[in-house]
Structures are given as structure tokens and as C-alpha cells.
């Protein structure tokens, strides 16, 4: 059965204060893992497709990464607007549906 | 454009009621979805349509019924809901069903059954 485990729970930091969120995943054969920001009563907001290890994608201050076991979404310099839910989620080779974590919550203070 | 709109934004409804939730995407895709999304908890799959047939239903009770009139339209019709199916509830949509297509969610809508 396809896994996700999300690290931390809940991250506080401060503004400019870089930091790295994990998401580790158990999957026969991943098709894809995926990282979504989550506003409070918002809908997901697409973040980074990642398909094989050693990929990484870049969006202005957020990184991700991938390797064979995890992934992590780097924040560069935050600011509190990056405050939110951070969702990753994977697609077994198996699978039908995605697989989600259950979020890391970022809170930033100025 | 990465735009699924979702109506309404928020819902109150009593258990005898019948009301209906639209989705909409103009963005080509082909596989839309359903989800629920209960607090702090990360949205569990409720329906997947795949070229306006229904492809998966999660085991979702009858009170739930989807319906996909077109390629761009997605209805959740609910009926006779109880207190414990408040949540939000989610619309997306992906280029297909099959392979590792990115999944773009709508702004939801927030239902609550009293």
C-alpha cells in the first residue's frame, strides 16, 4: 500500500529564516510526487510535479527535491505570506488515485 | 490558465434538503474529481470522471450523486446529508485519469449540514 509520511507536523519560523519541509513516501513504482499549498478553507494550489529522483524544481523562495525515498520543499528567506499548508502527495505505478500526507503547517512571523 | 471554478462558495442545508454543488474547468481536461475535505486533514478522493463516465466511486453513499453533463461540467447533487458531511468539498481536474497528470483543484465549497 502506497505511504506518505510528512515531517514536520507544524514548522514556526522566523521571516528570512530558511528552513526544509520532508515528505517521505512509500510507493511501488512512483508515477509522481506532487507538493500543493493550502491556504485555510482554500483549495490546493499546484505547487511542483516531480517524476524521478534527482529532479528539483524551483519557484521563486521554494525548492523541491526528490530521491528514491523522499522529497523536501526548501523555503528560502520566507516571508509570512508563505504561512500555509503544505500537502505532498504520490502516484503509484499501481495506484489509481493520489496518495497525500497529512500536511506540514508553516507559520512565518515577521 | 489553471482556473476550476466552484459554486457555491458556502452551503447551509438541513438533512431534508436537496441542493447541488457545480464545477467548472475550461481548460481542456478530460478527468474531473470530486473530494471532501474535513479540518486539518488532507482531501480524501470521493469520484473520478474520465471522459464524462464515471470511472472510480471511493464507496461514497448514496446520498452523494455526481454527475458530469459535459467535458467541462461537474455537479455533486446532495441529498438527505448528515451533520458528520460537513466539510469542504473540492472539485479537480487533470489533463487525463491515467498517467502522473497534475491534478489543478478548485477554491471549494464549504458545506455545512445541520
Known amino acids: 500500500e502506497d505511504q506518505v509520511t510528512q515531517s514536520p507536523e507544524a514548522l514556526r519560523l522566523q521571516e528570512g529564516e530558511s528552513s526544509s519541509l520532508n515528505c517521505s513516501y512509500t510507493v511501488s513504482g512512483l508515477r509522481g510526487l506532487f507538493w500543493y499549498r493550502q491556504d485555510p478553507g482554500k483549495g490546493p494550489e499546484f505547487l511542483f510535479t516531480?517524476?524521478?529522483a534527482g529532479e528539483e524544481k524551483e519557484k521563486e523562495r521554494l525548492k523541491a527535491t526528490l530521491t528514491k525515498k523522499e522529497s523536501f520543499l526548501h523555503i528560502t528567506a520566507p516571508k509570512p505570506e508563505d504561512s500555509a499548508t503544505y500537502l505532498c502527495a504520490v502516484l503509484g505505478e499501481y495506484g489509481n488515485k493520489l496518495v497525500f500526507g497529512a500536511g506540514t503547517i508553516l507559520r512565518v512571523k515577521s | 490558465d489553471t482556473e476550476v471554478t466552484q459554486t457555491p462558495k458556502h452551503l447551509v442545508m438541513g438533512m431534508t434538503n436537496k441542493k447541488s454543488l457545480k464545477c467548472e474547468q475550461h481548460?481542456?481536461?478530460?478527468?474531473m474529481y470530486w473530494y471532501k475535505q474535513k479540518a486539518k486533514k488532507p482531501p480524501e478522493l470521493m469520484f473520478v470522471y474520465s471522459y464524462e463516465k464515471l470511472s472510480i466511486n471511493e464507496s461514497v453513499p448514496s446520498r452523494f450523486s455526481p454527475e458530469c453533463p459535459n467535458s467541462s461540467l461537474l455537479n455533486l447533487h446532495l441529498h438527505a446529508l448528515q451533520p458528520e458531511d460537513s466539510a469542504l468539498y473540492l472539485c479537480?481536474?487533470?489533463?487525463?485519469?491515467?498517467?502522473?497528470?497534475?491534478?489543478?483543484f478548485g477554491p471549494g465549497t464549504r458545506l455545512t449540514v445541520l
Open positions: 481548460m481542456g481536461h478530460r478527468a
Open positions: 479537480a481536474s487533470s489533463q487525463t485519469s491515467g498517467g502522473a497528470n497534475t491534478q489543478y
Open positions: 516531480l517524476y524521478s
